[in-house]
């Protein structure tokens, strides 16, 4: 049975490949979406700050299965835009990321100081310049703790993508014990141990990102 | 010629008139120093000269140049005018040698190398050298606001304006700030906000005395101390002489 197991290691690593691959994309397009998003909601000029907090009501209130059914079902293949399921599954994981990330975003602007803005001001940089230089650099390191619980949201949700038939870990955990079904209780148990060996490292490397590019004597977290 | 000129300006919030109409001009290398009771305008008025707020009537020309008009460049302004805050605001993420040399770099365009040259230059300047590489969290309130002064004094300012920059610091702090304000005095414009009577005595070419958002007296620190025109200038004067001390 364990022998079984084992040879069809190969086929869950491959599915892993594919979780990894959703998982860097999507937080890559949440991420950016996302400081864009805050930037928007903190700094924009009206109605652009509504229109962003409609965006990150919407997603928010959505079910993720819902998303995806939406782009993948709804938009590529009733109307055509013609997304495979793993881009559509990048962007139902990273258009609903962003709104979350904009909400750990806008918190941290909120909470550097207003005389930091000023103060660049007061140098001659522009309210862009401003806020790329001096407010998202401080913005960064203030958001590691909410933006590494993000990532792990973003990595375990990845396995929902199953539902539009991305070839991901859990699809190819599923062609394993559908073949031999007396393995399907230890395939699920090992796709478990290996989301949590991943959520556990990613924490880890994060928290050390975290100590690294603390804002000396601005820190959070730190062990009072 | 005048280098800044501040004719009539106002500026409200809401209903509340800060500013009634305040002029006053500078001469290039001058030292002004503006003094009065809390909530008198006098930061409003630096934060309108600087443009941080804009005023609601009135003119500001610096170099002979209108910087109130709508139409202006205010960061190409701003760079001309220095601003040294109660709070220091230096950035937190940043070493203090890069407080200085950020604006150098980013506004100005120099080349990282040479910006950073010149912002030891003026850590030295300020008596820093040694804390360049220490972030604002590591230093003291004095050593924060000379970093605050050579982040103004980077940009080469014709002006500096300091608003009240040594409230914030413990008494034996003020005088390391006071030393380096009063090195620059005649090297560059300055037009303070502060308390420190020794130095409006020692350092200031004139005295501007502050009240309800209009101008009550102004005049050499001689004349403002030894013989007042007004009677309220007599009584703030030596009721913050008390507080503050003669000298």
Redesign the interface.
């Known amino acids: 049975m364990f022998e079984t197991l084992a040879k069809s290691l190969p086929q869950l690593l491959e599915g892993l490949q594919t979780t990894l691959g959703l998982t860097i994309l999507s937080l890559i397009l949440g991420t950016l979406l996302g400081i864009l998003l805050a930037a928007i909601r903190v700094y924009g000029r009206f109605p652009l700050p509504y229109l962003v907090m409609i965006y990150e009501r919407v997603f928010r209130g959505i079910p993720l299965i819902v998303i995806f059914f939406l782009i993948y079902f709804g938009l590529s293949l009733q109307l055509g835009i013609g997304l495979d399921a793993f881009t559509a599954a990048i962007f139902g994981l990273g258009l609903r990321s962003a709104a979350y990330q904009a909400q750990i975003f806008r918190s941290a602007i909120n909470s550097i100081?207003e005389?930091?803005m000023?103060?660049?001001?007061?140098?001659?940089?522009?309210k862009l310049?401003s806020i790329q230089?001096?407010i998202i650099?401080?913005m960064l390191?203030l958001s590691i703790p909410g933006w590494s619980n993000e990532f792990t949201i973003v990595l375990k949700d990845t396995s929902i993508a199953f539902s539009i038939g991305v070839i991901e870990i859990m699809r190819q955990g599923r062609y394993i014990y559908v073949r031999n079904p007396d393995l399907t209780l230890y395939v699920l148990l090992l796709i478990g141990l290996i989301y949590f060996i991943l959520v556990f490292s990613a924490n880890k490397g994060l928290s050390y990102l975290e100590k690294k590019y603390k804002?000396?004597?601005?820190e959070i977290g730190t062990e009072r | 010629m005048y280098m800044l000129e501040v004719k009539d300006v106002h500026k409200s919030y809401g209903n509340l008139e800060v500013l009634k109409g305040i002029s006053f001009s500078m001469k290039k290398e001058d030292t002004k120093v503006i003094i009065g009771t809390s909530g008198t305008g006098k930061s409003t008025l630096l934060r309108c000269i600087n443009q941080l707020d804009s005023p609601d009537k009135g003119e500001i020309w610096l170099d002979g140049e209108e910087i109130t008009k709508p139409d202006i460049d205010i960061n190409r302004i701003r760079q001309k005018i220095g601003f040294v805050f109660q709070e220091f605001n230096l950035f937190n993420h940043l070493t203090a040698l890069r407080n200085v040399s950020i604006g150098l770099e980013k506004v100005k365009g120099i080349p990282k190398e040479e910006a950073q040259k010149r912002a030891i230059k003026e850590l030295k300047r300020v008596g820093l050298k040694n804390q360049a590489k220490q972030y604002p969290a590591q230093l003291s309130g004095g050593q924060k606001q000379r970093v605050g002064i050579a982040r103004a004094l980077a940009m080469d300012p014709t002006i500096i304006l300091f608003d009240e920059p040594t409230s914030a610091l413990d008494p034996e702090l003020i005088g390391d700030v006071l030393d380096v304000m009063k090195s620059l005095a005649g090297e560059v414009a300055m037009l303070v906000v502060t308390h420190e009577m020794g130095f409006a005595r020692n350092v200031a070419d004139e005295i501007i005395f502050m009240e309800g958002g209009i101008i009550v007296e102004s005049g050499p620190p001689k004349k403002m101390f030894q013989n007042p025109k007004k009677a309220r200038t007599k009584e703030f004067l030596g009721r913050i002489s008390t507080l503050y001390g003669k000298d």
């Open positions: 100081p005389g930091q000023i103060a660049a001001k007061s140098l001659g940089m522009s310049e230089y001096i650099p401080q390191r804002i000396s004597g601005f």
